[in-house]
């Protein structure tokens, strides 16, 4: 069974930092990479960061340097670090595969950034 379960978002201010984290199960993240992905109000859901086999991580131009992304293999929890936090960060922000399985996204945890 899948699950995917966000905690740690919340409101702070500009230049702020959170670390959210994502504790998932199911067999079948341990044969992926894991990835967190936004979406902001009337958006579509984005790409925001990824963490392959081996640690490799790939993140959106606009969170690079800002934002970390680790995973813990043995907790079974993917997390992401966000420091230097800017308005336009607000979101609702999702961890799934990368890529992600489109029938399979968790809650979410909402963070929103004040100006």
């Known amino acids: 069974q899948v699950e995917l379960v966000e905690s740690g978002g919340g409101l702070v201010q500009a230049g702020g930092s959170l670390r959210i984290t994502c504790k998932y199960s199911?067999?079948?993240?341990?044969?992926?990479?894991m990835g967190w992905y936004y979406q902001a109000p009337e958006k579509q859901r984005e790409f925001v960061a990824s963490?392959?086999?081996?640690?490799?991580?790939t993140y959106r131009d606009s969170v690079k340097g800002r934002f970390t992304i680790s995973r813990d293999h043995a907790a079974n929890t993917v997390s992401l670090q966000m420091n230097n936090l800017k308005p336009e960060d607000t979101a609702v922000y999702y961890c799934n595969a990368y890529p992600p399985i489109p029938t399979d996204w968790g809650q979410g945890t909402q963070v929103t950034v004040s100006s």
């Open positions: 199911g067999r079948i993240f341990d044969f992926n990479g």
């Open positions: 963490i392959g086999h081996g640690g490799i991580t």
